[in-house]
């Protein structure tokens, strides 16, 4: 499993949210929001709604290929003017991801589709409330033969003739076209004119990286990869710590909780987590009793947030948009070191599909203190029981549970009468039932 830095916030924060402070010096937040799959007609306004100072997410990753720029656009530019209009923020700094597509690669076709962006842009770009800082990265390094959704000859043939006129097809050169592309985002990033304020790769490998650092004038400052890679490829994370080279998590919550139901144990102890930071929070006075819980997603999110990587979750659910934001997951405290261990060590055990070995649990104690109790354990599925201990007059019984189980609690050997127990609270709390 890849080794990330120490828990901390790494650089500063960008109007209340913690960012990290790139290679270039250009503060980049550590929480935003994916739209590159979104339905087109719910972007502007999922974005101007997570601008606004109840969310504070002031990053959005998009790409050439979703065709969207034109939407992420006017969503910027629709929140920045409810923001001036109904808090008087005059100018919001906002940070766009784009990536160019692997049909696109080569210097000319590179420049060519960053320019078709910047023209997208453009409505943002020069807005008086806009401050726009444009990332621009290469999406792959190169269409591959042997990935199913790839077809990289017939995908040539149908580009329109201005891409095909702008440079020579990069499938029929792999090993060099994004090389040239690489070049292509130099200039653009060395360029003050333009609002390109960092460049870097997705989906590269460790070998493409290394190569890329060998080549590169301008070292790439930002890398965007799945989850998959931030546990099982240890020497591309160290790569890029020891480049200092800046990581953002994309398909996130997909990689992870669509196999949840995989790892039920590690689910339970991501839950204990998100239980004890809600009490914590609670105790501090940062969250109102009664109020939104911290969730196992959140825990997610702040664990790596806290380990200075970028997030991204994608999400048309206001709920979740909330949860996800920047204003809600700065706000979660730093994670203790056996946190960090539990949420690494489950996050592991829901991708691999390789459940922990031990569970979560309520821990109960009964107490029988007028009387010798019988306490059996309720299979509410099957109707069956399974005798747990007798507990003498004045004696304690201490029992590992889960929420919503049943035990019945019998006054005698003969089991004439009960008394029905169901267990509530959350993963890793305590509770005390006296008899």
């Known amino acids: 499993m890849a080794k990330f830095a120490k828990t901390q916030f790494v650089g500063s924060m960008l109007k209340g ?52 720029e034109l939407y992420v656009a006017k969503g910027i530019v629709e929140g920045a003017e409810i923001l001036e209009r109904e808090a008087g923020v005059e100018k919001i700094e906002v940070h766009v991801i784009t990536k160019v597509w692997y049909t696109h690669l080569g210097y000319d076709r590179t420049l060519h589709a960053v320019q078709n962006s910047m023209n997208a842009f453009q409505d943002a770009i020069g807005h008086n409330n806009v401050d726009l800082k444009l990332h621009v990265m290469i999406h792959w390094p190169r269409c591959y033969d042997n990935v199913p959704w790839m077809n990289c000859e017939l995908e040539e043939n149908e580009l329109p003739q201005d891409v095909k006129d702008a440079g020579p097809p990069p499938h029929l050169d792999k090993a060099n076209a994004w090389k040239g592309s690489w070049k292509a985002l130099e200039t653009l990033v060395l360029n003050e ?25 301008v070292k790439p400052q930002i890398i965007q990869t799945d989850a998959w890679s931030l546990l099982y490829d240890p020497m591309m994370i160290d790569f890029c710590h020891k480049h200092n080279i800046h990581v953002i998590a994309h398909n996130l919550m997909d990689g992870v909780f669509l196999k949840a139901d995989k790892a039920p144990f590690a689910f339970n102890h991501l839950a204990l987590v998100a239980n004890e930071l809600t009490k914590d929070m609670t105790t501090n006075g940062l969250l109102a009793p009664g109020s939104d819980e911290v969730t196992p997603a ?11 990587i970028s997030v991204i979750p994608r999400t048309v659910n206001l709920r ?4 996800n934001s920047a204003d809600q997951i700065g706000s979660i405290p730093v994670l203790d070191d056996k946190q960090v261990q539990t949420v690494a060590l489950s996050v592991e055990a829901m991708i691999s599909e390789e459940d922990m070995p031990d569970d979560a649990y309520v821990k109960i104690t009964f107490h029988a203190k007028t009387k010798d109790i019988y306490l059996w354990w309720y299979d509410q599925e099957y109707g069956g029981e399974i005798q747990v201990a007798k507990i003498d007059q004045g004696n304690t019984w201490e029992e590992s549970s889960h929420p919503g189980h049943i035990f019945r609690v019998y006054d005698g050997p003969e089991k004439n009468s009960y008394e029905l127990f169901s267990v509530e609270g959350k993963y890793g709390d305590h509770r005390h039932v006296e008899l």
């Open 298 to 308: 959140q825990v997610i999110l702040a664990w790596l947030v806290q380990h200075s």
């Open 193 to 217: 004119e333009n609002i390109v304020s960092s460049i870097g790769v997705s989906n590269f490998h460790l070998k493409d990286l290394e190569a890329l650092e060998q080549m590169a004038t």
């Open 17 to 68: 949210v913690p960012t990290r402070t790139l290679s270039n010096g250009v503060e980049f937040p550590l929480i935003g929001l994916g739209v590159g799959n979104m339905l087109m007609d719910l972007i502007p306004s999922m974005i101007s709604r997570s601008l606004q100072p109840d969310k504070k997410v002031y990053l959005f990753d998009t790409s050439n290929i979703s065709h969207n």
């Open 320 to 323: 979740h948009l909330h949860e």
